[in-house]
């Protein structure tokens, strides 16, 4: 199609800021329960929710772009499946892990945990799951599961467009499911933002010199946090608001961020460096979120201004997420890799090395 195959390093960048808009989200709701209140205004919050429509924007694009790489057969919907697999459950299940394992011993015992919980935070099912932040994890399984089907298409264009119709379907006709958790799950247009992701790979590999005027990101942030202030107080939009206000200028901003090159600043090598940990620090600031409700309730830390506070408990999220990569995500994912090359790689005995 006239590809070329690029780094996509705006991409990497728009990670971290998805990741970190979330932690600011959590952190600013956490610093209401202290005796100051809530530290800044609640737009500021209400906006960082936002962070999961560009993670779930760039998802789509993502997965249609490694999958049809330049010169090489696209993958095929097995090992799509193992590749988006190993990249997702084996930090998740720690992080799962974890917390059972603090509600175990007493912590958490406001969060009831019982054989369905388990089973859906097992498995990334629709419903309550011991990581909180998980919902958005059953999202992007459910995308996989529907995309790796399509893959047996073999071409970008016919698995693109078949998994934008499957959803689309599932959008339209997915109430129709007797279990309410699974209707509202598969209907839910949130979905859509995959499909917008989806699209702007298309039109990216298209051939033609990918042009999107940097304005346009601009004003896509514009448009969210306006959204924030003036139409979905606390993020209590319905899900078709928040494709509106949130899903589209998230498109804007994803495609703005597509043909950026090579950061030189220090500034944004941190950027890059930090959307490649995003992952784990998604997962690990709920840890940090739970130290710092017990510090605002049993400590005196409840009792003072929240201004320091906040962003300290801010860098120390981001601190835990990088070590967590560093130290943990990297490398499982480097042996579960390695591991699966070797089980790949036919033993050739006699062979001559070439």
Not at 58 to 85: E, H, N, Q, T, W
Not at 157 to 184: C, E, H, K, W, Y
Request: charged share 15%.
């Amino acid at each position: 199609m006239g590809r070329q195959n690029r780094e996509l390093y705006g991409l990497q960048m728009l990670r971290a800021i998805a990741a970190l808009a979330v932690v600011v989200r959590h952190t600013f709701d956490m610093s209401e329960g202290s005796e100051a209140g809530r530290f800044g205004p609640y737009w500021i919050a209400t906006s960082g929710g936002a962070g999961v429509d560009l993670f779930f924007v760039i998802s789509g694009f993502i997965m249609v772009y490694v999958s049809f790489p330049l010169g090489r057969l696209p993958d095929s919907p097995r090992d799509f499946i193992i590749k988006r697999a190993t990249r997702i459950f084996p930090l998740y299940w720690i992080c799962s892990a974890a917390i059972f394992a603090l509600s175990a011993v007493g912590f958490l015992h406001n969060k009831h945990i019982d054989s369905y919980t388990i089973l859906n935070s097992v498995l990334l099912l629709p419903g309550d799951k011991l990581v909180f932040v998980a919902w958005t994890l059953s999202y992007e399984v459910y995308f996989y599961v529907v995309f790796s089907i399509c893959l047996a298409l073999g071409k970008m264009g016919p698995t693109s467009i078949a998994a934008i119709l499957l959803m689309i379907v599932g959008i339209a006709f997915g109430d129709q499911i007797q279990d309410p958790r699974f209707a509202n799950f598969v209907s839910s247009p949130l979905i859509l933002e995959f499909c917008f992701g989806i699209i702007l790979a298309l039109l990216f590999g298209a051939g033609r010199k990918w042009k999107v005027p940097q304005a346009l990101g601009i004003i896509g942030f514009m448009v969210i946090i306006a959204a924030s202030v003036f139409t979905m107080p606390h993020d209590a939009a319905p899900n078709a608001t928040r494709v509106i206000m949130w899903g589209i200028p998230a498109t804007l901003i994803v495609a703005a961020f597509l043909d950026v090159e090579r950061p030189r600043s220090r500034l944004g090598q941190a950027a890059v460096f930090l959307g490649d940990a995003s992952y784990a620090l998604y997962l690990t600031h709920i840890f940090v979120m739970l130290a710092y409700g017990w510090l605002i309730k049993s400590t005196f830390v409840g009792g003072v201004s929240q201004v320091p506070v906040v962003p300290t408990i801010i860098c120390v999220c981001i601190i835990v997420g990088v070590l967590t990569h560093l130290l943990l995500e990297r490398p499982i994912l480097d042996f579960i890799r390695k591991a699966i090359k070797r089980q790949r790689s036919p033993a050739v005995v006699g062979s001559v090395p070439r």
